[in-house]
């Protein structure tokens, strides 16, 4: 059974996000909070595998909810849940660690969609967000071309992660120790300046590697 933690301060969008929650994995255990500080006691106290946050909460940010639950359960999938589609609202989720950044004007289905797929490793966006992903990385990226900076197993790497794939994954797919690829991602991260999956996996397909 999937646990889920919903940050919303509003009831009925909470409700509203319960029934997406169930209808993208079925009986689920959902925990709710309202505020930011009941989403880091919530998000601290017990292990979800997903979490649901808005960001604008009365007491606070929920990137402060964001950042505790990846520090205290990196495990965890934490999925930004906005109204909010400008670029310094994304890039900052995105540089907390989200996984995801979807927005609530979506239809129900395909917010659901976008659940499973996180689960199984392909981050969650928003069409206009990712749009915007890739218009920030056009004006914004490194100033030398990525792909002279990694090594030609760092590009193959990042590749697979563009694909969606797990560091396992990516191990059998390279026959490499997890531990090495551990490493590659590592130096990936460092070297584009990035924090996440999600910026990776846009990396990516910025550079043309995800379809390899």
Request: proline share 3%; charged share 25%; glycine share 10%.
């Amino acid at each position: 059974m999937k646990r889920v933690l919903i940050v919303e301060d509003v009831s009925e969008t909470r409700r509203w996000l319960a029934d997406i929650v169930r209808n993208a994995f079925g009986d689920c255990d959902i925990r709710e909070a309202a505020s930011m500080r009941g989403g880091v006691a919530e998000g601290t106290a017990g292990t979800f595998d997903l979490a649901l946050i808005d960001l604008g909460l009365p007491d606070g940010s929920g990137l402060d909810v964001l950042r505790t639950i990846r520090l205290a359960h990196p495990q965890t999938a934490c999925v930004v849940t906005t109204v909010m589609g400008d670029d310094a609202h994304i890039v900052a989720a995105l540089s907390a660690g989200a996984d995801g950044y979807l927005l609530k004007e979506q239809a129900p289905g395909v917010i659901s969609r976008h659940l499973v797929q996180i689960l199984e490793g392909i981050p969650a966006l928003s069409a206009s967000v990712a749009r915007r992903i890739m218009d920030h990385f056009r004006l914004t990226g490194p100033a030398a071309e990525p792909e002279g900076i990694l090594t030609a197993r760092e590009n193959e790497v990042l590749a697979l992660i563009g694909r969606g794939m797990r560091n396992g994954e990516v191990a059998k797919e390279l026959k490499l120790a997890e531990s090495t690829v551990a490493s590659y991602i590592k130096s990936i991260y460092r070297k584009l300046g990035i924090s996440n999956r999600a910026e990776a996996s846009w990396h990516a397909i910025r550079l043309g590697l995800s379809g390899r």
